[in-house]
């Protein structure tokens, strides 16, 4: 063999490139989640939106918007939060289209990335046009897109970008849009939520292939993950609270249409695992439940410790399994 050759040939072994993505032999169940991880794709192709023309038009149509000084400073807050999440999304989204190998996930998670980067640059137009610029944002949410970004294990990063980040994103924009506070924002929102519950699927259809492979180790080690994300989601809504107040939205009831979100998405991604949710997989939930009594009391328990306490033991007693609608990847 030429001297020239063996060089090229010289640490080939630790290419970047997935030579195998086409060698993999799939059982029935990962076939169908690989065609619809494809159909993930070419949806979003055929969806895809010119985010300039569609700010222009909806500007154009309401007349600008036109909100009190209070209500543009709170909104202002909230979507500065979401922008920056958007940017988080982006980069996520490109670790993953790089690092996932099955070629349907790497289409979905790259149709994904192409779709972060019109919502970061959109939202960026839309503080201008309400008359923020772009800072910073509160500390909790900035924890909760951190670990995100920095986790090394793909199925961490897969189950926080997909199934928690991209789930509080789709209740924030469902709130408001349902709101009607400001008709510009509640109509281009309706072009996000499309875009991110697709963004759940690629979640949905391939985290279950990883779950599979995970020792029983690495499986704690995902469930605690999942804690630290839960953690912070509800440090930064309980932040987020005087801000919706000034909308008129309840962070108790987003709190609970965010936990009705995330159960769909988790028990479709269960369903294409092929295993039952049972009791044990709902303890978290059950947690929640009780946690929510003391972040977000019922209006009469307000400034009452001991009814709050009442209420969060009362929640753990009569906890029931949650039940949602099936999440619309393809919508």
Do not use: C
Not at 15 to 43: C, N, V, W
Not at 146 to 164: E, R, S, V, Y
């Amino acid at each position: 063999m030429n001297p020239v050759m063996l060089l090229a040939k010289w640490g080939r072994s630790r290419t970047k490139i997935p030579f195998g993505m086409f060698d993999l032999a799939k059982a029935a169940q990962e076939a169908r989640a690989d065609a619809k991880l494809r159909s993930i794709y070419h949806r979003g192709q055929e969806l895809a939106w010119d985010g300039r023309q569609v700010l222009r038009d909806l500007i154009q149509k309401h007349g600008g918007i036109k909100l009190p000084a209070h209500q543009k400073q709170a909104l202002a807050r909230i979507f500065e939060t979401i922008l920056w999440g958007e940017l988080a999304a982006w980069k996520i989204s490109a670790q993953l289209a790089d690092r996932i190998e099955p070629l349907e996930a790497k289409m979905a998670a790259t149709s994904q990335t192409h779709d972060e980067a019109r919502h970061f640059y959109v939202m960026y137009d839309y503080l201008k046009e309400l008359g923020h610029t772009p800072r910073h944002i509160d500390p909790y949410a900035q924890k909760l897109l951190d670990i995100t970004l920095n986790t090394p294990h793909l199925a961490d990063k897969l189950l926080g970008m997909q199934l928690m980040i991209e789930t509080i994103a789709l209740t924030i924009f469902s709130e408001v849009r349902s709101s009607r506070i400001e008709p510009v924002l509640s109509d281009l929102l309706a072009y996000y939520e499309k875009d991110e519950a697709r963004h759940v699927g690629l979640g949905t259809q391939y985290l279950p292939q990883l779950l599979r492979g995970l020792t029983r180790a690495q499986a704690v080690r995902t469930t605690l993950f999942q804690l630290k994300l839960i953690f912070w989601t509800l440090a930064g809504l309980k932040a987020m609270e005087p801000d919706l107040r000034t909308l008129g939205i309840e962070a108790r009831d987003m709190s609970e249409h965010g936990r009705l979100k995330q159960t769909a998405a988790f028990e479709e991604m269960w369903a294409n695992a092929g295993v039952e949710p049972t009791p044990a997989r709902y303890a978290i939930d059950r947690a929640l439940w009780g946690i929510r009594e003391l972040l977000f009391p019922q209006p009469g328990n307000l400034g009452n410790r001991r009814a709050q306490l009442r209420s969060a033991f009362a929640a753990l007693r009569d906890w029931q399994p949650p039940t949602a609608p099936k999440t619309q990847q393809a919508a």
